[in-house]
């Protein structure tokens, strides 16, 4: 594989769209309430505050993370033993943009929005979900 198409940046610029749009959604519809949409599933907004997300440092820190983390990821893929199939470029891209999802927020509201409730779990957002998602289909392709 010579290059990284297009659609790789369509993957992962789609799960930062679909991730920041679907948290306005929750926050300008929901406000304070919370919603059960199936018997397994509730939406109820979250905001997660950490005081590394205040902080100027904490949130330099985060960038530089997500930063060498695509840095590394590109020179994995140049090495050409790692992430070599189109299907784990598409999880990495995914992953990528979903993380810079939840980093965005960090950066404009020192906070995570999470609304996605199970129960059993820790409410977590799609940006979570894609991210985890992105990941394993990286990994398992």
């Known amino acids: 594989m010579q290059g990284m198409p297009i659609f790789d940046f369509v993957a992962g610029g789609g799960a930062l769209l679909l991730d920041q749009v679907s948290k306005r959604m929750v926050q300008s519809q929901m406000a304070d309430r919370s919603a059960s949409r199936h018997p397994f599933v509730r939406i109820r907004p979250l905001s997660h505050y950490r005081q590394l997300y205040r902080h100027p ?20 893929f140049r090495s050409g033993t790692w992430f070599q199939s189109q299907t784990a470029i598409v999880g990495l891209a995914l992953a990528l943009g979903s993380a810079a999802g939840n980093l965005l927020d960090i950066l404009r ?28 289909i990286a990994f398992f392709a």
């Open 109 to 136: 509201r020192h906070r995570v929005m999470n609304f996605i409730d199970l129960g059993w779990w820790p409410v977590f957002n799609l940006a979570d979900a894609g991210m985890v998602a992105g990941v394993l």
């Open 57 to 76: 440092g904490g949130r330099t820190l985060l960038v530089a993370i997500w930063l060498a983390a695509l840095v590394s990821l590109v020179l994995l």
